[in-house]
């Protein structure tokens, strides 16, 4: 615990060296990192509707300034893509 402590102590403060552009590119990494992961588990037509919803209505609901945005595009996304997929089922 304490070398994990130590570690980001450092790194926050080495962090403030880098160049900016170099920084970026770090803080950029955590949600590309994310986005690749969540595409690689989709597995069923729902995720994959609610990943393209949640890309959609993401920046949308930030440029509007909605609070709590990010929770709203879950739930708009999420709503949406499951009643698309239970829609589609029953039609089967």
Known sequence: MAAAQAG???GFYLAS??????????LFLTPISFLISTT???RL???WLALAFGLVFGP????????????WTGILGG??????????????
């Open 45 to 47: 037509m729902s995720d």
């Open 60 to 71: 949308l609901m930030a440029a509007w300034q909605v609070g709590l945005d990010l929770l």
């Open 79 to 92: 709503s949406l893509a499951y009643g698309i997929h239970r829609l589609r089922e029953a039609l089967k």
């Open 8 to 10: 980001t102590l450092i």
């Open 40 to 42: 690689r588990n989709c």
């Open 17 to 26: 060296s880098l160049p900016p552009l170099l920084t970026a590119g770090l």
